[in-house]
Every structure is written in C-alpha cells, then in structure tokens.
C-alpha cells in the first residue's frame, strides 16, 4: 500500500506533505516514514494510506442549511 507523509517541525505550525511510503502495514509505514524523513526533529509525523484520501476536486459545493452526510 502507498502512504502520503505529512509533518511538522513546531507545534502551531502548518502540516505539510513532505513525501511517501509503501508498506505492508500501517506499522511498516510508521516506521518507514520515520527512518527515510529523519532529517529533523519533527513536532508531529504522520501517514495516511492513499486510499484513505478523499478528493474534493469536481465535488458540488454543500448547499447551506444541508447535511452533507
């Protein structure tokens, strides 16, 4: 499976895309992501399976006072 990495390097700051993995697990992606992004001391990194993502691009705008759910 592919993961985005995103992190941060100060609490407050913004998270931002820094790259990606392939694993075979979440556990695997953790680690992966740890040992090929260890060039700072990051506040917060996390991974998210690709697949996981949802694209907004193309989706109708919520209409107001509509549960979207």
């Not at 953790?30 to 694209?55: G, M």
Request: aromatic share 8%.
């Amino acid at each position: 499976m592919k993961y985005e990495v995103f992190a941060r390097v100060n609490q407050g700051d913004d998270t931002i895309h820094i790259g990606s993995v392939t694993a075979k697990s979440d556990r695997l992606a953790k680690v992966y992501a740890r040992n090929t992004f260890n060039e700072e001391d990051w506040d917060r990194l996390a991974v998210v399976r690709e697949d996981h993502l949802l694209d907004v691009e193309g989706e109708a705008k919520p209409m107001v006072g509509v549960n979207a759910e």
